[in-house]
């Protein structure tokens, strides 16, 4: 796989996860799903602006 794809598919799937938590926000999966879709994003994104730092 290229290094954009290894890069794309956690946000993606971080996307997903806020999509779907966002319509179960009522139970606590969905907010479990918020949390973890934002964890992937942010994470993805500190992993890549650490990468380019060092």
Request: glycine share 10%; charged share 15%.
């Amino acid at each position: 796989m290229s290094p954009f794809m290894i890069d794309l598919l956690p946000i993606v799937a971080g996307l997903l996860l806020l999509t779907l938590g966002f319509s179960l926000r009522e139970r606590n999966s969905g907010v479990l799903m918020m949390w973890i879709g934002t964890i992937a994003v942010f994470g993805t994104a500190c992993w890549k602006i650490l990468e380019k730092l060092a």
